[in-house]
């Protein structure tokens, strides 16, 4: 009697096991994607942009990038609340998609997250506010940082890293020391 109850036993643990076994491998499957490969992270070190000829160009995340002289509007990206007070900080980049005739942004979205939703989410509301120059660009990434200071009262920051050499007119304009953090 004790040896049919341990067969059953260990019949039912095989059978849970290979059940385990094979829902983890569909899951596994369905997060790699169809072609059996896992997702690729966007591991670039550079910014990109097309301008309204169909034309790339690129720019090192250390630098300025050119095309940001063509933004005539650009409004400050707001910390929110929640970052701020779970001490939430990063550094994304986001794409936007620009209507060359009219120079407004249609669509934005992130190249790479910040690490936070409530980040991404306020870079992405500021960004769809930015207007460029009409027939310049049709797609810009550009970076943007959410940066709390180190020191005990200090300002937390967000917006753009900052460029020593960007002269626009809109960047950083409320923020303390010129705009977001060096990186």
Request: net charge positive.
């Amino acid at each position: 009697m004790h040896k049919t109850i341990l067969t059953r036993s260990y019949s039912n643990i095989a059978i849970h096991f290979c059940s385990i076994v094979l829902s983890a491998s569909c899951l596994l499957l369905i997060v790699a994607g169809a072609n059996g490969n896992p997702p690729a992270a966007n591991t670039s070190n550079t910014l990109t942009a097309t301008d309204a000829h169909g034309a790339q160009r690129s720019c090192p995340l250390t630098k300025p990038p050119g095309w940001l002289a063509d933004a005539v509007a650009k409004p400050d990206v707001q910390y929110p609340e929640w970052g701020k007070n779970h001490h939430e900080q990063g550094l994304g980049i986001f794409r936007m998609s620009v209507d060359s005739n009219t120079g407004k942004v249609t669509n934005v979205s992130a190249v790479r997250s910040t690490g936070f939703r409530d980040l991404d989410d306020s870079a992405i509301a500021a960004l769809r506010k930015w207007r460029w120059k009409p027939g310049t660009w049709k797609e810009t990434d550009v970076v943007i940082s959410f940066h709390l200071g180190k020191v005990p009262g200090a300002a937390p920051e967000a917006g753009m890293p900052n460029y020593p050499s960007v002269s626009a007119p809109h960047q950083g304009s409320n923020m303390p020391h010129g705009g977001g953090t060096r990186y």
